[in-house]
């Protein structure tokens, strides 16, 4: 699966795109990533999340 991808860029435009589809059921996925060694893959997640209605905590730790 490409949240799973090798490439960091992969994986993140992955995130982006299951928060801009309303893929709600994805939320446990998008949890994971928060965790990624990228930090752009931990923001497209949490962004992903916020839209989600799933990780408003996320968003504001991820920037801080």
């Known amino acids: 699966a490409s949240l799973d991808d090798d490439d960091a860029a992969v994986r993140a435009a ?8 309303g893929a709600a059921s994805s939320a446990p996925a998008l949890e994971k990533l928060l965790a990624d060694p990228v930090a752009r893959v931990r923001l497209c997640a949490a962004l992903s999340l916020y839209e989600l209605g799933e990780g408003a905590d ?4 991820e920037l801080g």
């Open 58 to 61: 996320s968003l504001e730790t």
């Open 14 to 21: 992955a995130a982006r795109a299951l928060g801009r589809l």
